[in-house]
């Protein structure tokens, strides 16, 4: 069974970059098809689908956050990683890593998610 785990600091200050991994285990993240996302939540509100790499290295960015947004992986380590620049208040959320399996934005497996509070 597949299992993801973020990692990173859990606070982060205004302008500053947030640096978040996902370290995955139990499948491969060069297994074909497969899209690796960043989804991010704010307190009271709803998901908010950031960022996918594919299992061979493609990127997809959400627009209205592409500008600040980068992603990577190291298959050696099995493990993506998210970037978010000039972060503010309003990046404060829980942030999951996910895979969807057949990269159709529809996920099937997610981490427990690592909360990032953005304040000074």
């Known amino acids: 069974q597949v299992q993801l785990q973020e990692s990173g600091p859990g606070l982060v200050k205004p302008s500053q970059t947030l640096s978040l991994t996902c370290t995955v285990s139990n499948y491969s993240i060069t297994s074909k098809y497969t899209v690796w996302n960043w989804i991010r939540q704010p307190p009271g509100k709803g998901l908010e689908w950031m960022v996918g790499?594919?299992?061979?290295?493609?990127?997809y960015y959400s627009p209205s956050l592409q500008s600040r947004t980068s992603i990577s992986r190291d298959a050696s380590k099995n493990q993506f990683a998210l970037q978010l620049s000039s972060v503010s208040p309003e990046d404060t959320a829980m942030y999951y890593c996910?895979?969807?399996?057949?990269?159709?934005?529809?996920?099937?497996?997610w981490g427990k998610g690592t909360m990032v509070a953005v304040s000074s």
């Open positions: 996910t895979r969807d399996p057949t990269g159709v934005h529809s996920m099937d497996a």
């Open positions: 790499i594919s299992y061979s290295g493609s990127t």
